[in-house]
């Protein structure tokens, strides 16, 4: 069971912007930085966001991370289909072990 | 460019064992902590295990403790997974993946997976 929670599913239109949230507490996300996974389907996830706001190159603008307190969000703006995936939240506990979301499906409507 | 290329997974027997192996490329394999990650059919992430870039430090998580044992052999830019007396619910995908450094830990590359699949 992981203790860091995340909405199920979420959906847009084309175009829309969606935003995951990743709730979790003082000892793991209120003291630790938060990284943002996404899975397209059938594949090895894939880092989106590090250090709760940072890219990676290569990654567009429209994938953006924040964090206040014990949770975290990821937005996504100019929904694309091929944004339909799974995307994890991960960070990592006072007993230096990670920890990863539950995980939320992004459906583009 | 970095590859990391997982291999061993299979099908074994309640109790039974099995060794995973993650060969890497592209980047300076002992200079990096290096973990490994499960994904049960149809579920989310879970944080196996991770090793230091020399091997001297390891953490696992509760769940395989004392059944699992990661190790490493830098001269052959290898990541290894021991599993003993398995589960069904060890069921999974295995991914392994560089753990990086910046502000905090992030895995920062990720292997293709391999299954291990437990049943009788």
């Known amino acids: 069971q992981s203790v860091l929670t995340q909405p199920p599913s979420v959906s847009a239109a084309p175009g829309q912007k969606v935003t995951i949230s990743c709730s979790g507490s003082?000892?793991?996300?209120?003291?630790?930085?938060v990284s943002w996974y996404q899975q397209l389907p059938g594949t090895a996830p894939k880092l989106l966001i590090y250090?709760?706001?940072k890219r990676p190159s290569g990654i567009p603008d429209r994938f953006s991370g924040s964090k206040s307190g014990t949770s975290a969000t990821l937005g996504i703006t100019g929904l694309q289909t091929g944004d339909e995936a799974d995307y994890y939240c991960?960070?990592?506990?006072?007993?230096?072990?990670?920890?990863f979301g539950t995980g939320t499906k992004v459906t583009v409507l | 460019q970095v590859q990391l290329v997982e291999s061993g997974g299979g099908l074994v027997k309640p109790g039974g064992s099995l060794r995973l192996s993650c060969a890497a490329s592209?980047?300076?394999?002992?200079?990096?902590?290096m973990s490994w990650i499960r994904q049960a059919p149809g579920k989310g992430l879970e944080w196996v295990s991770y090793?230091?870039?020399?091997?001297?430090?390891?953490y696992y998580a509760d769940s395989v403790k004392g059944r699992f044992t990661i190790s490493r052999d830098n001269a052959k830019n290898s990541l290894y997974l021991q599993m003993n007396s398995l589960r069904a619910e060890d069921t999974a995908v295995y991914y392994c993946?560089?753990?990086?450094?910046?502000?905090?830990?992030?895995?920062?590359?990720w292997g293709q997976g391999t299954l291990v699949t437990v049943s009788s």
């Open positions: 592209g980047f300076t394999f002992s200079d990096y902590y």
């Open positions: 993946a560089r753990v990086q450094l910046s502000e905090g830990y992030y895995f920062d590359y």
């Open positions: 003082s000892s793991n996300i209120g003291n630790n930085y």
């Open positions: 991960g960070t990592w506990d006072s007993s230096l072990s990670a920890l």
């Open positions: 090793i230091s870039s020399s091997g001297s430090t390891i």
């Open positions: 250090d709760n706001n």
